[in-house]
Each structure stands twice: as structure tokens, then as C-alpha cells.
């Protein structure tokens, strides 16, 4: 039992290994190795004040919750008037478009290549299927709303979609997709035998859900744009947001308790909650000509919301102080957590470290400063897509005109950096945008040329990379970092190969030179000249057996 475990365990090593580095798959499924059954395990589970002990009972506590969460939530705060008018209008809007509909018929060839574009490495379901730098102080409102994506109500959804546009097909596809829906429970690899309806929601996590979300929520996005109560850099800059994150920007701190107000009106019309304990108040210390304001000043429905140095939104740290230091710090602790959260036997490495040019050139990666260029490059290339009225637009066209080369501004970051990379004059990008295509076409030639010599010019300055051959193809792994087949024994050999070629492989030389000569670099094989590289792979005599085959 014992060699049958051992060939099967080094079977899957070999298998691994020969999958090559670059496979997604591969890398979540050794992450879910690693992070074992613990991370899904949960003895108790308490919903509504109610306990739910063992897995079955567990599984009955998640049922009810998510239960109780898809029927149609009834609040007295809600305006119940205006969510009556919309069910009727929506059922308008729906029976308009199926007398206006025109069925177009859909080819097997059609569904089979949408089938082919389709993750299937998701889970299977029930049936199997599978900064800117702000002259003045600023305050910032953080808006926490309670399970945002999964009280959308859907009349709400069909109304927004017809006021934009979407076609008849569209309108009642997605009414077909949500109406009468059900879902169970799947926990422990058991199934709840209990089906609940689903009333309200779009399926946060599915494929489309944050474009139907944003459909809701442009409409108050909208609203506090063209309000006049927002933060300004020079263009209004009211309300960056990220689906159900939503920040509310403000230079006056009466301003921003109207657009809290706007923002509090819209949540009861489309039927959701927000959260005054969730939801805080940051107020930017930056300037002299700020205002202290007390506890208690900004309300939501009410009640007093929190005044906080820092909190996150989208996932970053935002602080009073704008201190990118302390900001910058803070996620990075966050990522490291992250990272050591998935790896669950932590980071380790050998005694030393490796030149950069040697891993990049053995592994034909980019650094991480050049993935981090990439990312900030390609976000202008995006901006310069964008309408000429959207806010992105204009401030790009402002920083670019107005600040200096010294300025903090994203902008001129990113200037700074197609500079370095050898694309000049962003302006004249930012008014005759190239396409996507092409944008990311001439930022992976600028980068591969810059790269490519850099790491080349590097490895040419090491002693102990004299051996190895100085060629940086990026993307493709290096000859001596790949196996000729899967077999163990080939796979063992590259450790031993990249040593020799990198010059960390210990020889008797390297022994003396650390001992201060108290250990001998003669050959303890021949005995006959001291252990160098080409001592060791060339000269040595009783070597010689092993080397002629090889030659």
C-alpha cells in the first residue's frame, strides 16, 4: 500500500510539472490542497438569534437565511407608493415587449460557440451544470448598503432596462431568467431537500450581475453628478463607485449630509437598506481652511454616522491624513494576509538569494514593477476611450494641460512612465484614441524591447551568470527549466541544472572561499586541480564515464 501511495503521490508531481507554470487551474487546485477542509468548516452557525448545530443543521441555518433574504423585503421606511407603481409599469413594459417580440431562431452552431466560451471550472450547480492631491479639505461618506445585490427588486431592474434601450429579447430574457426561480442549499456535499422562491436579487457572483447592479444604481450616480453638492478637481468628482461601494465626495460638510440625504431617499424608492453602522465619514485633513465637525453632525435615517481616520473602500485603506506611507502600508499588509491565507504552509526559500535577472530569464516572466506599468498604462489607455464628457476624460485633459512634471497627480505618473518606455506626447493619445487592440499592442512591444535589453544588459554584469546563455524571451521558459519528458528522474535534473548555470551549485572552491581556506578546493574525486565549474563539467577525469555521452 505503502509503493502504491508513493508511485501515485509521484505520478501527480510529474503530472504537475508537466502541466508547465502557467496553468490557472492547477495553481487553485494546489491553493485548495493547501488550505485543507478546515476552511470550510463551520460547527455552529447562528441566524436570527436561532442556533444551528451538526452539518444538517447547519445546512437548514443557511437555507433560511438565504431563504429570508430572497423573498421581497417589506420595510416601513420604504416608499411603498412609488415600488407599486414600478411593479405596474414594469408588468407594461413586459407585456409590450412580448407583443413586440419577433422570435429569432438560434442555431446549434451559435449555442455550441457560446457553450465553448463558458468557465467550466465553476463549481456544478443543482443539476449538474456545470488620489488626487485636493487643494482643499475634502470629506468623504462611505455607504454601506446591506446585501446590496441581493435585494434588487426586479421591476426596478426591467424599468431601468427598457429606459436604456435594451431590446425586447433582452427585456423578457431576463424576465424569463429571473421569474419563478428557486435555489436550494449545498453544504458539507450534502443538499437541502427544501427549495425557497427566489423573490428579489441578481445572483451576486453570476456572470452579468455587477452590469445589471450598475443598471440600478446609475440612475443615483446621475442624480448626485449633476446635484452641484460634490467634491471638485476643478471637474465634479461626487461619487466614485464600484458596484455596491459607494463613496460620496464633498468640500462642504452641509453639502455632503444633502447628497447622504439624496443617497438615503433613492435606497427606500428601489427597496434597499443602508447601514449607519457600516456606513462612516472620513473628513481629509490637508489644508488649514478646515472645519472640525463633531460626533453627531452627519445623520443617515436618523441616527448618527461614525467620523473615522481611515476605513476601507473597494478594498484599499482610505485615511484622514492622505498619507500614501501609511496608506500604502496598510495594503500591503492586507495582500500579505491574503497571501499567506491561501498558502497554508507559508513562504519559504533557500539560503541566499538569486540575481532577478536569473529568475526572469529562467522563467520568462515580467518583473512585478513591469506588471504594475503595464496595469497603470493600460487604465490610461482606457480613459483616452472613454467619452469626451465623462469625468475621467475631462480630468485626464485637465491634469495633462494644467499640472507640472513634479505634481503628484495619477496622471503625470503615468506620463512619467510612457516616457521611460518610450511613448511620447499622451495628449495627442488622450484626443485621437487608438483602439483597444491597438493600444495593448504598442504597449507589449514598447515593454518586451525595454525589458528584453534591461535584464539582458544585467545578466551580462554577473560572474556567475557567464554560463548561461544571456537570451530574455518573455513569456516562454527557459531550455533548462524544462524536462524533456514527465518522468521524475528528468524533472530531479533541473534543480541541479539551473544551480551549475546560475553559479550557486557548491563546488570545493566555493567551500574554501567561505571557510577562508580552512577547507581544501582541490577535487575530492581526482584530487589532481581545484574544483572550478569547468573543472567540474569539463576537466575532471572521474567524471569522465558520465560526461562522454553527453558531449
Known sequence: MQSRSCTSQNTRTSENHRRGYNDPALFYSLIKKQRGKLSRFIEELTVDEEIFQSPVNVMKGWNKYFGDLAKKSNNNSFDTKYQNLIEKEATHIIKMCKDKYIHQEITTEEIKKAVSKLNTNKAEDFYGLTAE?????????????????????????????????????????????????????????????????????????????????????????????????????????????????????????????????????????????????????????????????????????????????????????????????TIVNENIKKARRAMYSLMGTGLHGENGLDTDSAVYTLSGLLPIEAEIHVKAINLFGNISRAKCDSIEWRLAERQLQIKPQNSHSWFIEVKELCLKYEITDLYVYLNNPLSKFQWKKLVKSKFHDYWTSKIIDESKGYSTLKFMDHKYNIGSVHPLAISVSANLKDINKIPVRLKIATGNYILQTHKASLSKNHISSICKLCSKADETVEHFILLCEKLEEARIPLM
Open 133 to 325: 492631491h485636493f487643494i482643499h479639505g475634502i470629506y468623504i461618506a462611505l455607504l454601506d448598503g446591506k446585501s446590496a445585490f441581493d435585494v434588487v427588486v426586479h421591476a426596478n431592474l426591467i424599468r431601468r432596462m427598457f429606459q436604456i434601450d435594451f431590446t425586447e429579447q433582452s427585456i423578457l430574457l431576463l424576465n424569463n431568467l429571473y421569474e419563478k426561480a428557486s435555489s436550494l442549499i449545498k453544504w458539507n456535499n450534502l443538499m437541502s431537500k427544501q427549495m425557497f422562491t427566489i423573490d428579489q436579487g441578481v445572483r451576486q457572483g453570476g456572470a452579468f450581475s455587477a452590469d445589471l447592479y450598475k443598471i440600478c444604481i446609475n440612475p443615483l450616480l446621475n442624480i448626485l453628478s449633476t446635484s452641484g453638492f460634490c467634491g471638485r478637481v476643478e471637474n465634479n468628482c461626487c461619487a466614485p463607485t464600484c458596484a455596491d461601494d459607494v463613496a460620496l465626495t464633498s468640500n462642504n460638510p452641509l453639502e455632503l449630509q444633502t447628497i447622504i440625504d439624496i443617497s438615503l431617499d433613492f435606497s427606500k424608492r428601489e427597496g434597499y437598506l443602508l447601514q449607519p453602522t457600516k456606513s462612516v465619514v472620513i473628513p481629509v485633513k490637508i489644508c488649514r481652511k478646515f472645519l472640525e465637525i463633531e460626533d453627531g453632525f452627519w445623520k443617515l435615517n436618523g441616527k448618527n454616522m461614525s467620523i473615522v481616520p481611515n476605513a476601507s473602500h473597494i478594498g484599499i485603506q482610505k485615511s484622514d491624513k492622505n498619507s500614501d506611507d
